[in-house]
Structures are given as structure tokens and as C-alpha cells.
């Protein structure tokens, strides 16, 4: 048993690491590869003003349509136009 062993090991041995493992992979033109460590951090861009804003007319439009407009409730019936449904 010992000898099986010990041949193997010759064996791998004798055989030369570039035919054991493969040619190595052509290099990729072009700049090398930057580590993530190194880089500059990117400065996050500004938060813009996120509140629209409104013409006085079309506020004005707005409250005078929440003042008088109405909603059918049924066949004869309507009622006022709440502010949530305004928005």
C-alpha cells in the first residue's frame, strides 16, 4: 500500500504546474483594476427643495372649489367636497 502511495506522489511531483493546472488567462487590456479602499468617496448630491410649490391663482382655485363645489350622495342628495378629497 505504501508504495501506490508513494508513486502517486512521484508522479504529481514530475508533472510540471502549468500542464497540471492550465496556461494562465491572457491579461485584459486596459487600466488595472482599483481597490474600493483607495478610491475618492463620492460626495452625495444635494437634497433639493421637495415642496411644490403653488401659483396664488391655483390656490385660489383650490379653495374656492372646496367652498363650493358638491358631490352626488344619491339619486336627489349631494353633499359637500370633504378636504382630503380636495387634495
Do not use: C, W
Not at 401659483?55 to 342628495?77: D, E, F, I, W
Amino acid at each position: 500500500m505504501a508504495s501506490s502511495a508513494s508513486s502517486s506522489q512521484n508522479l504529481i511531483e514530475s508533472v510540471d504546474s502549468v500542464t497540471f493546472y492550465g496556461a494562465q488567462k491572457p491579461k485584459r487590456p486596459g487600466p488595472h483594476r482599483t481597490e474600493i479602499i483607495s478610491k475618492p468617496l463620492a460626495v452625495p448630491p444635494a437634497v433639493k427643495n421637495a415642496k411644490k410649490q403653488y401659483t396664488r391663482r391655483y390656490k385660489l382655485r383650490v379653495l374656492s372649489y372646496l367652498q363650493h363645489a358638491t358631490k352626488p350622495r344619491g339619486p336627489t342628495l349631494t353633499r359637500e367636497v370633504t378636504v382630503a378629497e380636495t387634495a
